[in-house]
């Protein structure tokens, strides 16, 4: 069974690398493509927040590539430079989508609450998570005990839960940025596609990421099933 979870394991690494990629791809080939009113990430954030009613979060420019995000206890939305001083397709529709973050906070979002609280538990767990369950893998093996493997799936399983909350918390953010993008004509007729698209993709990466830890957990599952059988 170990072996069958590091054989999932690589699948799911390819998977992602494959979507990354793509993402990647994407994201590079709509930077390319000037939007027609020429606003720039940064802009294009701050009307959608002032348009919300939001005036309490600031956009500020962030460093890396892709590092774009939302933070709730600052009440900032960090750009990426290709983002925040871009005028592209690709900074449109990343800049809206961390807006939309900030109207979910501001609209008390059901799920990005619970996500928010769940971060404390995240952190502490997974930091120590693999260990619990390598050592719980070590333990079953010399003496068939599976105690020290449930509490590593314990703590799995907060992760994976947090996992699956991102699920909606980036989708329903999308939505909102497509809508307002479409709404406000910030994207025209032939803008607003590729900003789906790009969006879409973005999303198919937290898809795969929870696919893949669902699984993983559902496997340390059945070892600790089959372990007990046999104890």
């Known amino acids: 069974m170990s072996s069958e979870i590091f054989i999932v394991s690589l699948v799911f690494l390819g998977i992602s690398f494959l979507v990354s990629t793509i993402l990647k791809q994407k994201f590079t080939r709509y930077s390319k493509i000037g939007l027609a009113n020429g606003l720039s990430g940064r802009e294009i954030a701050e009307k959608m927040l002032r348009e919300n009613g939001i005036y309490d979060v600031k956009v500020v420019p962030g460093e890396g590539f892709l590092t774009d995000h939302y933070n709730p206890v600052t009440k900032t939305v960090s750009l990426s430079p290709e983002v925040y001083q871009g005028t592209s397709v690709s900074a449109a529709a990343v800049a809206a989508h961390e807006c939309g973050h900030a109207v979910q906070h501001a609209t008390h979002y059901g799920p990005l609450m619970l996500r ?99 699984v993983q957990l559902v496997q340390y599952i059945l070892i600790y099933m089959n372990s007990r059988d046999r104890s």
């Open 116 to 214: 928010s609280k769940l971060v404390p538990a995240v952190q502490f767990s997974s930091m120590l998570v693999n260990w619990i369950l390598l050592a719980g893998m070590i333990v079953i093996a010399v003496s068939n005990n599976p105690t020290i493997l449930l509490v590593g799936i314990v703590a799995m399983s907060i992760t994976v839960l947090f996992t699956l909350i991102t699920l909606p918390v980036e989708f329903d953010a999308s939505k909102r940025a497509l809508a307002w993008l479409n709404r406000t004509n910030i994207t025209n007729g032939e803008e607003y596609p590729k900003a789906k698209d790009a969006l879409k993709w973005a999303a198919t990466t937290y898809v795969v990421a929870a696919l893949a830890a669902v």
